[in-house]
């Protein structure tokens, strides 16, 4: 049995493993995928305070090493369940089955892929939702973007980088992102911002996109359309918990305890504010202390 098992391997998750780690306890993380989240997908990273400029994934390689370097288990297993039996936590994955004192929920959220069935259809053949990813097969060609945070101004500037031609399609007439972001990208010259722009329809030529409609009315030629509308937190393995809000966020203490004693939970995850790479650090700290009073305290009794 492990003293607390951490679920998901983000900053939230490998900076509370390390705390968790120095506190003495005895630390299991669990990852269904690539370790550091959405940071990999992250063109440029300039406000980790410490870490200069660099790319998402040069972050994330400096964070997995300083895990390797204090002999931290992790795994690359999915988790199905989670049962809480009062002093003990079980979860099972898809390869077995782990018991713990105390868990920290930090899984993180992924990208909302709308629920337009063309969008679906067209995943792929034009539709994508990562510009680190695929911006090289867009090279000299002519694309777009729906939104208007960070996210995809961040996204938009790397590929503009790639493309002959972007446009930006932001639904109101307000720009939610950092003015440093809008700033650069006002200076390149071929992103074209438009503003009170709805992506109304997508128009696909030989099974792939090859237009978009704005406002059900005007039409745009595009080889492909980059989608930044948002995120959803990946909450499926515990619903039968009921510690989230009705959007599905956790709720949660200033100690990072949810309603559960002995389940906790950080990042990107929980109700909050801001969603930073330094808060959902920040978080896992405070989580993984907290999980080391309740072990203390558990194992009093």
Do not use: W
Not at 77 to 104: C, F, P
Not at 227 to 251: Q, V
């Amino acid at each position: 049995m492990y003293d607390v098992i951490i679920i998901g391997m983000g900053p939230a998750g490998m900076n509370a493993a390390l705390y968790a780690k120095r506190s003495g306890l005895n630390v299991l993380i669990l990852e269904k995928s690539l370790p550091g989240g959405l940071i990999n997908i992250t063109n440029k990273v300039e406000n980790y305070l410490g870490n200069g400029i660099s790319t998402g994934r040069e972050l994330v390689e400096k964070m997995l090493e300083h895990i390797k370097n204090f002999d931290i288990e992790f795994k690359r297993e999915s988790v199905n369940e989670i049962t809480d039996e009062n002093k003990v936590k079980i979860v099972r994955t898809n390869k077995g089955e782990y018991k713990a004192k105390a868990l920290i929920l930090a899984s993180g959220r992924v990208p909302k892929k709308g629920d337009n069935e063309k969008i679906t259809k067209l995943e792929g053949r034009g539709i994508s939702y990562c510009a680190v990813c695929d911006a090289p097969f867009y090279k000299d060609k002519v694309v777009g973007i729906i939104g208007g945070g960070n996210s995809a101004f961040d996204e938009g500037l790397y590929l503009s980088d790639f493309a002959k031609k972007l446009y930006m399609f932001i639904r109101s007439d307000e720009i939610k992102a950092d003015e440093i972001f809008v700033n650069k990208a006002k200076k390149k010259e071929n992103i074209e911002i438009l503003l009170n722009s709805n992506v109304t329809d997508l128009i696909e030529k030989d099974g792939k996109l090859s237009a978009v409609e704005i406002n059900g009315k005007e039409k745009i030629d595009v080889d492909g359309l980059f989608l930044y509308i948002g995120y959803s937190p990946s909450t499926n393995y515990f619903k039968d918990l009921n510690i989230t809000d009705e959007t599905g966020y956790i709720i949660v203490n200033e100690k990072m305890e949810t309603s559960i004693p002995g389940i906790f939970a950080a990042g990107d995850i929980i109700k909050k504010g801001v969603y930073q790479i330094i808060t959902a650090a920040s978080d896992g700290s405070i989580a993984a202390l907290s999980a080391k009073k309740y072990i203390k305290n558990l194992d009093k009794n």
